[in-house]
């Protein structure tokens, strides 16, 4: 069973930049895209941005569409997201994940995702 380990949260001043990376603990030939969900206090688990891990295809939530950019490196089983222009409403756990499925048009929903790791917090202050 692969194992997804997310690093890179903290906290920053709105404006501000972060990276985030998650490492998968071995290569897993069914996994057919990653993503990255967040999920603030009170609030439903959403979709920021996805990959497919055969390509460069992506998928962005509209909210961090021109803020955040999501690669992978296959070499080393990593994504990352980078986001830049970070608003205090980015302020949550962010989830790395992993899916077998692929639905066109909705990889960017936490349903379809079946690995995911233990999360890393955002704190953006304003």
């Known amino acids: 069973q692969v194992h997804l380990m997310e690093a890179g949260g903290g906290s920053v001043q709105a404006g501000g930049s972060l990276r985030l990376s998650c490492a998968a603990s071995s290569i897993d030939y069914s996994i057919v895209s990653m993503g990255w969900f967040r999920q603030a206090p009170g609030k439903d688990r959403e979709g920021v941005a996805i990959?497919?891990?055969?390509?460069?295809?992506?998928e962005y939530l509209d909210s961090v569409k021109g803020r955040f950019t999501i690669s992978q490196d296959n070499a080393n089983n990593s994504i990352y997201l980078q986001m830049t222009s970070l608003k205090p409403e980015d302020t949550a756990m962010y989830y790395c994940?992993?899916?077998?499925?692929?639905?066109?048009?909705?990889?960017?929903?936490?349903?379809?995702?079946?690995?995911w790791g233990q999360g890393t917090q955002v704190t953006v202050s304003s």
């Open positions: 994940a992993a899916a077998r499925l692929v639905v066109p048009g909705t990889m960017l929903s936490s349903s379809l995702y079946s690995v």
């Open positions: 990959i497919y891990v055969r390509g460069t295809t992506t």
